[in-house]
């Protein structure tokens, strides 16, 4: 309810009207006056309310009047009335209804009373209700109300004294206010600014109005008071304390601070009075000394002697002053800044250190004050640097804290137990978790500063940002307080930390903003001028506050950190470090940067540690002494004495300090704090990237992290030396010290080009030291820089080239390291962050930037020219996984790729190489179809570059079958590849033509794609003469199967260059290796394995290799002949072919020589190509209408199948296209048969030169042959000619025949050795011919079938023919000699114990089957030919018998029972043919000469010398007869009965033969018991019936026949008698002895004959028999008849039957006579 309501009035009313009353009452007694001016006071009061309507108005006009009563009851001095008075006044106070002659009558009577000493509170209470409510009391009576307050402070009674101490406060800040509220009301109003102030009448308040005149009086006498000096307006004090007076001048400067600032008398006031008021009071304190004087006494008489409550009052007002009015008094400030320094010095009493402390405390959480000392001293000339000396000052006053004797209690006194001495035992407890209990028990975890032997609790003395003072707020203590151990140092500590705090936040906060201001003005491109002047002071300023403040802080900060045991206080002082470090980087200032940086880095490492890096930075820093304005500032190092918690136990990176190294839980903490100023900081480190890392890298090692996978470092063991210890504390610390580490360079993505290049260069150098002392020590080395290098590329991947160059470089130098670890790790992250470089999703990518993929794949190839194998090793491992991830977009980049995988070498290893060669592998599998053509080559060159090496054979081998998938690729994508080459041709030709040089290519003039396979066969060709015989093999076998399956492609011309470069160049080369190979043995392959008889010399493995390269390039000219021959020179290309191939086939070595006949024979087998209606050529192709184009694709004899897309005539037609100029040429026609014949005439030559030459038997004067052709050599070679044979038969001529018969006769004579015998001869029991006898006769077959067809010319070939094949039925009689080697004959050579090393025997073969087979063809032929006249003039028949003559005449002698048998009847079905031929061609004289020999052959061979074998069993004998038999009916059926046609001579011969056979066949050889078997009767009979039968012959044509059958008869007549007589004879003789059995046989035999005679004469017309005839017959019969004598009974038998036949003589047969004829 508001004191104007009507309610309120009419209360008021009320009770005034009551107290009147009872004033009245009270008074009626002993004051009449006061009752009656009561009672007139109730009248008055009425009268007001009834008349008036503002009741308040009316009363204030007559308050003196309505006043007066109650004054004069306080008048009485009667406590009831007086109580009851003021408490009225102070009611109409509260309804403001005093006015101004009311209020001054109102403070008389309080005055009366204070002197009276009445009623002091309520006094006091009055006053302020007065004062308060309104504001009518000015000026003297204003004055009067205070100097009664003053007054009443001073009593007896110190309720009231305080009551008015508080009273006095609040009416000074009333005064205060009043003159404030007076101001805003006329704020509005113009006003004059008011006449400078003169200093001559400090009184001159003219100007001001009222309540500010009061404020300005009372301002100015408490200065007066203070100062000791009388007041102007405060008339009327008795007292006045000092203390009292600092406090009211405080509280107002502090609270009305615009006053002083916007007028000027005021400002004047704080300038002439106040500040020379504080400096003369703070004389004492100046110049005191601690100790000068006794203890301090509690007057403040003694000037010289500080007294604690003024100078702490002092420096209250000295903080106000500085806070609110530094502007104004820029001079004096300074001067209390100074004085303020000088409190903190060691000299002054403790508890004047500890109030400057907190006063210094409350400006150091001011910033922007800081600041504006700075601009206004420090940055000034001449001027005291008063910001650097606040610093310093903090700074030397920790500092005289820890060394002043006195400062702080002496460590041994108040150090906990156990943490004297070398503080083991604290470590110990300490690390057990417990800490110690001291000797009261209590445990000692106080937070505190140690630092050599002195320790120093701290305390919680102030929020953080806020100077909460403890001593300057103690305004009630008269005596200096007693100040607890550590509380200056506790303060001074949070006076630095918040200085550093308000310093760096303030500088930020702005320069964010500044840079805000930048970015919208750029954003706007306004131009930057000059809009805001005050910029680069601004910045000047900062720097300026750095400069002046670093050091200090640096060394304040040094020395805490090192004294500090409470890892809170550490990490403060740490984050003070680190701001300032910053900032001082954000502002560029580099040493204070480095010089921070550099103390938390020393604080990281153990103490005294050797780490150059942070004693050539910090040089110019530690240990030096600072001095600053006299101040000494000791930078102090780390001292290693300080009871820290050991957490681990490492090894030193450094050279010099061997042993181990200790870290506390401090050096961990700083650094994470060194990790956290590189990670969120790392932009403005610049340099000082050093710094950090060579400390990270330090500690790192000692706390043995190794560099994982990326570069991430984990912990790991220590590889040498003892191992590191760990705490399970760091244990649990360090995966999140190494997460940290990792982020740290994870952010690099964050900083700018510029920081990121300090970075780099920062972790090279460090990389470069590492290196260095990895130099010539085993010792591990640091693997800190490289991890990180590659963990900082990999996260800056989008921005890789602007730090490629330097970090490849170094990293390379790293890979050619010798310490294996350091260059490990050198290539794991080349190869990283190749690997990265590659994945990562570039803008714009990879492809579309050839520059830089090129960029990133140029290190790979640097490490090939690294020698170390592990690092190509790891080269080739990234090269593998790189093809794996990003093998399908490498484009330009893959000859980098295949050079680095072909940049192989022999002294590699083999490993090196499987590795490269797997990624070829791949290469070659998955990635020809991706890369740029123009690398094909490249990958042919690598590929054979894997086939040449020689440390692991698998891999050349499997790298011949990776060129032959190579050719098939190329077959496959023919006409991409060519069209992409042909491109590229174009450009690299204009290339050329630009620089006018000619173009470089190898194989130039060729075309693109063919120069890309002639590549590929060069490569080849080059693996066929490796010297290892397994590459040579399968690189021949792929050479020839590429030309062969992919030929095709090639272009005409480009088959020049194969045959010329490829394929004669490759045969020139392996002749010569062949030759000149070494023929020692080769004992074993290498390891374990055996090698085979036929390959264990150098010379037998190039034998092969010669055997294959032939055999392919024959099979080349075979299936290739119709492009070849296009070419101007094919027939010198035949030539050179030949003589290869005979060159080979006179190799020593069977197998060449075996295969070299091959070979020819697979040329021969070539088809003459066929005529231009049906070329598979192109150029016939292009001139066909379509219709004729399909029946092209059917293959001709002789010609690979084309396939079916022809991709090569599509590219014959792509060159012809181009060629078109030329017309084709007219196919050539009988050119080419002629140019056939005189090939195979070559080839012809090229045979007989080589039969020649392998069948001429060796020269006699020889030991023993040097070399004989084996069997199937000569086989092969002899089955050769049929094929030849087929091409030159129109021109083979009777001397190419004899040429022919001369090489078959050598082949077939050449001997084999002994040993080879059993494998050609199954077994020489068996009559089998060898296949080079077959191919013999094969071959005069394929002739004499040639003659037989072809025509009549040929036909005289036939007796040559003959001759030859007789020439070999010889054999079977006399075997042929080889020159002068001795054979055996196979039956007796001893091949089944050959002796080792004893010259091989020869064994001459079997001839026999070979001879008859060879009679069998004889006859054969003969059958054919018999005829023909050639063969009757060449007396081929005569030869025939005479060559027969031998076998029939030896019979029994033969070497082979066959034979002869053979001969026989060879001789029979001969003359079967011939004798009717003979007979014809009689009369022309030709045959004459065969008679005789017949004749001959027949008694050679029916009266043969030869005995039979004695083992010929009687079947057997019998059989033979039957075959002399055969011949006699031979005789008796196609000679004797054309006698006529034959000369006499012959039939003469024939008949004594018979004559012979008929009487005197037996054998002599046989036992007695045999004799009538082996008398052969038979033939003996068969002459007789033969002779019987041509002597009467009842058709006697001719007086010649008759003649022979009379000469038969008595030849047959006088034998038998003669016998007869000759038995008798001899019979007579012998007497009982019996005759030899032969003689019995005989007569027995004659006695036959005589039988067989009668009856034969009996059976014959008389007329024919002649009668000399009888008259013989007859006279053999009394012959007969003295034979009856004999004993014999055998005899006798025959004897009978031989007489018998006589009984028909006995009547003689009565003869007519017919024409004078018997």
Avoid at 1477 to 1492: E, I, L
Wanted: include cysteine; hydrophobic fraction near 40%.
């Amino acid at each position: 309810m508001s004191t104007s309501s009507p309610e309120a009035v009419k209360k008021l009313l009320e009770n005034m009207q009551t107290d009147l009353r009872s004033l009245s009452m009270e008074c009626k007694k002993k004051f009449p006056p006061v009752k009656e001016a009561a009672e007139s006071g109730i009248v008055k009061i009425k009268t007001i309310a009834a008349r008036n309507t503002d009741i308040l108005a009316a009363l204030k006009e007559n308050s003196s009047e309505v006043v007066q009563p109650f004054l004069m009851g306080c008048g009485t001095k009667e406590p009831k009335i007086t109580q009851l008075c003021l408490a009225a006044i102070q009611r109409l106070m509260t309804h403001e209804v005093v006015s101004e002659a009311a209020a001054g009558n109102i403070i008389n009577m309080l005055w009366q009373l204070m002197e009276n000493g009445l009623e002091e509170l309520k006094l006091l209470q009055t006053v302020l209700v007065l004062l308060t409510t309104n504001t009518v009391v000015h000026d003297e009576v204003l004055s009067k109300a205070i100097v009664l307050c003053f007054r009443l402070h001073f009593t007896k009674d110190t309720i009231t004294n305080n009551t008015a101490a508080a009273t006095v406060r609040q009416v000074v800040t009333v005064v205060f206010e009043r003159m404030v509220a007076e101001d805003d009301r006329f704020k509005g109003m113009a006003d004059e600014p008011p006449p400078v102030q003169g200093n001559s009448n400090r009184r001159s308040v003219s100007t001001l109005r009222p309540s500010a005149k009061d404020a300005y009086m009372l301002f100015q006498d408490l200065c007066q008071l203070v100062n000791a000096d009388a007041p102007y307006w405060l008339v009327g004090m008795t007292e006045m304390t000092r203390t009292f007076g600092l406090e009211l001048l405080e509280s107002v400067l502090n609270d009305f601070p615009g006053v002083f600032l916007q007028h000027q008398e005021f400002s004047f006031l704080l300038k002439e009075r106040v500040c020379p008021l504080v400096i003369k009071l703070f004389s004492p304190n100046i110049k005191f000394r601690q100790g000068s004087s006794g203890g301090s006494s509690a007057s403040p008489a003694p000037v010289e002697k500080p007294y604690f409550p003024i100078c702490m009052r002092l420096l209250r007002v000295v903080s106000v002053l500085i806070k609110h009015f530094y502007s104004l008094l820029v001079t004096e400030c300074e001067i209390f800044l100074s004085l303020l320094v000088k409190f903190l010095d060691g000299e002054k009493p403790q508890w004047l250190r500890a109030v400057a402390v907190e006063s210094v405390h409350r400006l150091c959480v001011q910033p922007h004050l800081l600041r504006s000392f700075c601009q206004s001293y420090d940055m000034k000339q001449h001027s005291t640097k008063v910001f650097r000396d606040i610093v310093n000052a903090l700074g030397s006053f920790i500092q005289s804290l820890f060394i002043v004797p006195n400062a702080g209690n002496p460590a041994s006194t108040n150090t906990p137990v156990g943490q004297c001495g070398s503080g083991s035992a604290a470590q110990t407890a300490a690390q057990s978790g417990q800490g110690l209990a001291g000797a009261s028990g209590v445990l000692t975890t106080q937070a505190a500063f140690e630092y050599r032997g002195t320790w120093i609790p701290l305390m919680t003395v102030s929020v953080q940002g806020s100077a909460k003072a403890t001593y300057l707020e103690m305004l009630d203590k008269v005596e200096p307080p007693s100040i607890p151990e550590g509380y200056a140092m506790s303060v001074a500590f949070s006076a630095l930390l918040d200085l550093v705090r308000g310093i760096t936040s303030m500088i930020e906060k702005e320069l964010a903003k500044e840079e805000e201001e930048a970015a919208t003005r750029d954003g706007s491109e306004a131009p930057a001028s000059q809009e805001n002047p005050q910029e680069p002071l601004a910045h000047q300023v900062w720097e300026e506050m750095v400069n002046a403040c670093w050091c200090g802080l640096l060394a304040a900060l040094s020395l805490l950190l090192d004294a500090s045991t409470d890892e809170t206080a550490t990490e403060n002082i740490l984050k003070a470090e680190l701001t300032m470090a910053t900032l001082c980087g954000r502002l560029a200032l580099v040493t204070p940067r480095d010089a921070f940086i550099t103390a938390i880095c020393k604080a990281s490492l153990p103490p005294h540690y050797a780490l150059t890096v942070l004693s050539s930075h910090a040089g110019n820093l530690s240990n030096k002494t600072y001095s600053i304005q006299g101040q000494s500032v000791q930078i102090i190092s780390p001292s290693s004495e300080s009871h820290q918690q050991v957490v681990a136990v490492g090894q030193p990176l450094t050279v010099q300090p061997q042993g181990t190294v200790v870290l506390t839980a401090k050096n961990i903490q700083c650094m994470r704090t060194l990790l956290n100023l590189a990670h969120c900081h790392g932009a403005v480190l610049g340099t000082s990237w050093q710094l950090v890392l060579a400390t990270l890298q330090h500690l790192v090692w000692i706390l043995g992290l190794k560099p994982g996978v990326g570069g991430v470092l984990k912990p790991g063991r220590a590889v040498e030396g003892p191992s590191t210890v760990l705490t399970t504390a760091v244990m649990t610390d360090l995966p999140v010290i190494s997460n940290i580490l990792s982020r740290l360079f994870e952010s690099s993505q964050y900083l700018d080009d510029v920081s990121l290049h300090h970075l780099i260069n920062a972790l090279c150098s460090l990389s470069m030291e590492a290196m260095e002392m990895a130099f010539g020590n085993n010792k591990e080395p640091s693997l800190f820089a490289v991890a990180k290098l590659l963990e900082t590329g990999l996260v800056n991947m989008d921005r890789i080239e602007i730090l490629w160059r330097p970090l490849t470089a170094h990293l390379l130098e790293v890979c050619q390291h010798p310490n294996a670890r350091m260059r490990e790790w050198g290539a794991e992250a080349v190869t990283s962050l190749i690997k990265a470089g590659l994945s990562y999703k570039h803008e714009p990518p990879l492809s579309q930037n050839q520059r830089l993929q090129l960029l990133l794949l140029n290190p790979l190839k640097e490490l090939s020219n690294v020698l170390h194998a592990d690092i190509r090793q790891k080269q080739l491992e990234c090269v593998l996984q790189i093809l794996q991830s990003q093998g399908d977009s490498l484009g330009p980049g893959w000859p980098l790729v295949l050079g680095v995988i072909g940049a192989i070498r022999n002294d590699q290893g083999e490993s090196l190489i499987r590795t490269a060669f797997q990624c070829l592998q791949l290469v070659v599998t998955d990635f020809l179809p991706t890369m740029p053509c123009t690398c094909l080559q490249i990958v042919v060159d690598v590929a054979g570059s894997f086939g040449l090496q020689n440390q692991e054979l698998n891999i050349s081998l499997t790298s011949i079958g990776l060129l032959w998938n190579i050719s098939d690729y190329f077959f496959q994508r023919g006409e991409t590849i060519t069209d992409e080459l042909e491109r590229e041709e174009v450009m690299l030709e204009k290339q050329a033509k630009e620089k006018g040089e000619p173009l470089n290519r190898p194989f130039h003039p060729a075309p693109p794609f063919d120069c890309l396979w002639l590549c590929l066969y060069a490569k080849l060709g080059e693996m066929c003469v490796d010297p290892r015989p397994a590459v040579r093999k399968s690189a021949g076998q792929t050479l020839f199967s590429t030309i062969a399956a992919h030929g095709t492609l090639l272009q005409q011309p480009t088959w020049h260059i194969v045959v010329w470069k490829v394929l004669f160049h490759l045969l020139d080369r392996v002749r010569k290796s062949s030759t000149s190979a070494d023929k020692e043995k080769i004992e074993s392959g290498g390891g374990n394995i055996l090698i085979h008889h036929s390959r264990d010399t150098a010379e037998k493995q190039w034998a092969e290799t010669w055997v294959l390269t032939l055999a392919g390039v024959a099979r080349i000219f075979n299936t290739r002949r119709y492009p070849l021959q296009q070419l101007g020179d094919f027939f010198k290309a035949w030539e050179v072919l030949l003589d290869h191939i005979q060159s080979a086939a006179l190799s020593k070595n069977n197998e060449v020589s075996l295969a070299a006949l091959k070979s020819f024979q697979e040329i021969l087998q070539i088809v003459t190509p066929v005529k231009d209606t049906e070329k598979p050529e192109p150029l016939a192709a292009m001139c066909v209408p379509p219709v004729l184009v399909d029946p092209l694709a059917i293959p001709g004899p002789g010609r690979p199948l084309l396939r079916s897309d022809s991709l090569a005539e599509r590219l014959a037609q792509r060159y012809m296209n181009s060629a078109q100029a030329q017309p084709p040429l007219p196919p050539p026609g009988g050119a080419e048969e002629l140019d056939d014949s005189a090939l195979w005439w070559s080839a012809w030559n090229t045979w007989y030169r080589t039969g020649t030459e392998c069948t001429r038997p060796p020269p006699p004067g020889a030991d023993k042959p040097s070399f004989i052709p084996s069997q199937p050599f000569l086989t092969a070679l002899v089955q050769i000619f049929p094929a030849l044979y087929q091409h030159v038969k129109s021109g083979f001529s009777m001397e190419d025949l004899r040429k022919l018969g001369v090489i078959l006769h050598g082949a077939v004579s050449v001997p084999i050795s002994s040993d080879a015998s059993p494998f050609i001869l199954p077994s020489y029991t068996e009559a089998v011919l060898t296949s080079l006898q077959e191919a013999v006769l094969t071959a005069l077959d394929v002739l004499q079938k040639a003659i037989c067809v072809g025509p009549e010319t040929l036909q005289v070939m036939y007796p040559a023919i003959f001759e030859q094949l007789l020439l070999f039925v010889e054999f079977s009689c006399k075997p042929p000699q080889y020159g002068k080697v001795e054979t055996k004959h196979v039956a007796n050579a001893k091949y089944n114990q050959i002796q080792l090393f004893a010259p091989a025997e020869w064994v001459a073969l079997n001839y026999v089957p070979f001879a008859e087979r060879s009679l069998e063809v004889v006859v054969d032929l003969y059958h054919k030919t018999a005829c023909h006249k050639a063969v009757i003039n060449e007396k081929v028949l005569q030869n025939i018998i005479k060559t027969l003559r031998m076998p029939l005449g030896l019979k029994y002698a033969c070497p082979a029972e066959s034979t002869w048998k053979l001969a026989v009847s060879s001789l029979l079905k001969v003359l079967s043919i011939g004798l009717p031929v003979a007979r014809q061609h009689a009369s022309s004289g030709k045959f004459d000469t065969m008679w005789p020999e017949l004749a001959g052959a027949f008694e050679d061979f029916l009266f043969t010398k030869s005995t039979p074998p004695d083992n010929l069993s009687i079947q057997e004998f019998q059989k033979n007869e039957a075959v002399d038999v055969e011949v006699v009916q031979l005789i008796s059926t196609e000679i004797l009965p054309f006698a006529n046609f034959i000369p006499k001579d012959f039939v003469a011969q024939i008949m004594a033969m018979l004559n012979r056979g008929s009487i005197h066949s037996q054998s002599s050889s046989f036992t007695e018991a045999e004799i009538d078997i082996r008398m052969r009767e038979d033939f003996s009979k068969v002459c007789f019936e033969t002779l019987l039968q041509f002597s009467f012959s009842n058709k006697v044509s001719t007086p010649q026949e008759g003649y022979i059958s009379r000469m038969a008869l008595s030849v047959l007549l006088q034998r038998a008698q003669d016998v007869l007589r000759r038995y008798v004879d001899d019979e007579r003789l012998s007497g009982r002895c019996p005759l030899p059995r032969q003689q019995v046989t005989e007569i027995i035999f004659v006695l036959k004959a005589v039988s067989t005679l009668m009856d034969s004469l009996k059976k014959t017309q008389p007329e024919n028999v002649d009668g000399n005839t009888w008259a013989q017959v007859i006279a053999l019969y009394p012959t007969l008849v003295e034979c009856i004598t004999c004993s014999s009974s055998e005899v006798s038998s025959a004897l009978k039957e031989a007489l018998g036949p006589f009984k028909d003589f006995m009547q003689p047969p009565v003869s007519k006579v017919q024409n004078g004829e018997s």
